[in-house]
């Protein structure tokens, strides 16, 4: 996800898009640890996903 689409999403959409993510992520890591992913950079994407859903709240939350 790129930082404008993020930018573009109402705070609560972006809450609810990190909450899956997140889950995501969790499911990618126990998968990866059951039997190798075919694409384990996967893994690299959601986190920076993550990361910046995380920041884009984090400045909405500074700028109030």
Avoid: C, F, W, Y
Avoid at 21 to 48: C, G, Y
């Amino acid at each position: 996800m790129k930082i404008n689409e993020i930018r573009e999403l109402s705070t609560q959409d972006l809450v609810e898009r990190l909450e899956g993510t997140q889950a995501k992520l969790q499911q990618l890591k126990l998968t990866h640890a059951v039997a190798p992913l075919e694409n384990p950079s996967q893994i690299k994407l959601v986190r920076r996903d993550i990361a910046r859903m995380k920041t884009e709240l984090r400045q909405r939350e500074l700028n109030k």
